[in-house]
T-cell receptor
């Protein structure tokens, strides 16, 4: 079963607005990662936040992590048409060998 | 630097045929993984490896074999293709506890 669940499954906003995507997970993690996938392409790593971190920034991206609620959010500020893609959260599990488990993703559409 | 290279990009197989999906990375990453992506299912882990000679099963390993004889290569073998294995397959590599670098994928159709 999938470790992470993302919300919403689809999001459509106007260019220039902010986009927020949420991710919840079930078990203890080493870190949580966000990826972007353009249609028909491979996944691109965006940002990684460790279990002892609460917030991280990278350009227009802001990620938060709440380990007590087992949840994370990805905020994209001042969205652009080029941000149209699917966004996935993935959790690196703490038990056993390194396994990165993905959620089902959020489909983000930026309207010009 | 090529990153993670997957071949072929597209493949059509008949039910019962076998084939090997190739994956190679040039970043000296210890960890490599294979995922399949189906519509509405996200990515599901098939097999992974934490180093040469060490492999383990993921969520959906049935029907697939892997081996890791070198750090660079991690081939995925389909033993007897079935229509349920129609999917897009991604290979990825990483350093320990780091972000993953993905290949561009292999789109496989089994008829």
């Amino acid at each position: 079963s999938q470790q992470g669940e993302e919300d919403p499954q689809a999001l459509s906003i106007q260019e220039g607005e902010n986009a927020t995507m949420n991710c919840s997970y079930k078990t203890s993690i080493n870190n949580l990662q966000w990826y972007r996938q353009n249609s028909g392409r491979g996944l691109v790593h965006l940002i990684l936040i460790r279990s002892n971190e609460r917030e991280k920034h990278s350009g227009r991206l802001r990620v938060t992590l709440d380990t007590s609620k087992k949840s994370s959010s990805l905020l994209i500020t001042a969205s652009r048409a080029a941000d149209t893609a699917s966004y996935f959260c993935a959790t690196l599990l703490i038990q056993g060998a390194q396994k990165l488990v993905f959620g089902q993703g959020t489909r983000l559409t930026i309207n010009p | 630097n090529a990153g993670v290279t997957q071949t072929p990009k597209f493949q059509v197989l008949k039910t019962g045929q076998s084939m090997t999906l190739q994956c190679a990375q040039d970043m000296n990453h210890e960890y490599m993984s294979w995922y399949r992506q189906d519509p509405g299912m996200g990515l599901r882990l098939i097999h992974y490896s934490v180093g040469a000679g060490i492999t383990d099963q993921g969520e959906v390993p049935n029907g697939y074999n892997v081996s890791r004889s070198t750090t660079e290569d991690f081939p995925l073998r389909l033993l007897s293709a079935a229509p349920s294995q129609t999917s897009v397959y991604f290979c990825a590599s990483s350093s320990p506890f780091g972000g993953y670098t993905f290949g561009s994928g292999t789109r496989l159709t089994v008829v």
